[in-house]
C-alpha cells in the first residue's frame, strides 16, 4: 500500500543548528510529495512541496529534493530558530484530483535559545 | 476570506452520545477532507468529497457520516460516540488540480 514514514521524535536543536527531518515513502505510481507544519494549536500549514522526481521544493530557509531512487524527500534548514519550533509532517498525494493526502506520523522540532 | 473555518472547537461528550462537527470553506473549493490527528499516527483520513453531492470513504471511516450539499459546507457526524474517537478533527480544502490544501483549526473531542 502507499504510505510514508518519519523519523522518530522529537527532535531537540540549538538555535543556529543544521536540521534534517528523514521522510521515506512507498508508492505506487508517481505521487506528489509535501511537507506540512503545524504550530502549537493551530492547523497544519502547507511548508513546501514537489511534484516530481529531482524537483527541489523551498520556502522559508526549508528545502527538500524529490528523491526517487531512494523514495525519499528529506526536510533541511541550516540555520534552525526558536520560531521553528513545530510538528512537521511529511505527506503524498497520488492525484491532484482527490484532495487526499497520506501523511506520515509527524516529527516535532524543539529549538533551545 | 475566513479561509476553513471549524466549529466547535472543544467539545465533550458521552460514550453513545451523537454530534456533528461543523467545517465551511469560503474559496469555492471543489475538494474538502476531514483527517483525524492522533498521537504517533499523523493525520489520517476519514472522509472526502470531490464536490457538493459526492463523498466517499478515506482510511477510518466508521463510526462517522458525511454528505456535502454544498459547496462551502462538509459537515462530519457522529453517529454514536466512542472513547476510541477521542482525537483532533481537521477539516481541510483545496481547488480543482491544485496541490496546497488549506486546513482549518481543529475541533479537540473527547469522549468519556
Known amino acids: 500500500g502507499n504510505s510514508v514514514t518519519q523519523m522518530e521524535g522529537p527532535v531537540t536543536l540549538s538555535e543556529e543548528a543544521f536540521l534534517t527531518i528523514n521522510c521515506t515513502y512507498t508508492a505506487t505510481g508517481y505521487p506528489s510529495l509535501f511537507w506540512y507544519v503545524q504550530y502549537p494549536g493551530e492547523g497544519l500549514q502547507l511548508l513546501l512541496k514537489?511534484?516530481?522526481?529531482?524537483d527541489k521544493g523551498s520556502n522559508k530557509g526549508f528545502e527538500a529534493t524529490y528523491r526517487k531512487e531512494t523514495t525519499s524527500f528529506h526536510l533541511e534548514k541550516g540555520s534552525v530558530q526558536v520560531s521553528d519550533s513545530a510538528v512537521y509532517f511529511c505527506a503524498l498525494s497520488l492525484s491532484s484530483n482527490t484532495g487526499k493526502l497520506i501523511f506520515g506520523q509527524g516529527t516535532t522540532l524543539q529549538v533551545k535559545p | 476570506n475566513a479561509g476553513v473555518t471549524q466549529t466547535p472547537k472543544f467539545q465533550v461528550l458521552k460514550t453513545g452520545q451523537s454530534m456533528t462537527l461543523q467545517c465551511a470553506q469560503d474559496?469555492?473549493?471543489?475538494?474538502m477532507s476531514w483527517y483525524r490527528q492522533d498521537p504517533g499516527m499523523g493525520l489520517r483520513l476519514i472522509h472526502y468529497s470531490v464536490g457538493a453531492g459526492i463523498t466517499d470513504q478515506g482510511e477510518v471511516p466508521n463510526g462517522y457520516n458525511v454528505s456535502r450539499s454544498t459547496t462551502e459546507d462538509f459537515p462530519l457526524r457522529l453517529l454514536s460516540a466512542a472513547p476510541s474517537q477521542t482525537s483532533v478533527y481537521f477539516c481541510?480544502?483545496?481547488?480543482?488540480?491544485?496541490?496546497?490544501?488549506?486546513f482549518g483549526p481543529g475541533t479537540r473531542l473527547t469522549v468519556t
Open positions: 474559496m469555492n473549493h471543489e475538494y
Open positions: 481541510a480544502s483545496s481547488g480543482r488540480g491544485a496541490y496546497e490544501q488549506y
Open positions: 514537489a511534484t516530481k522526481a529531482d
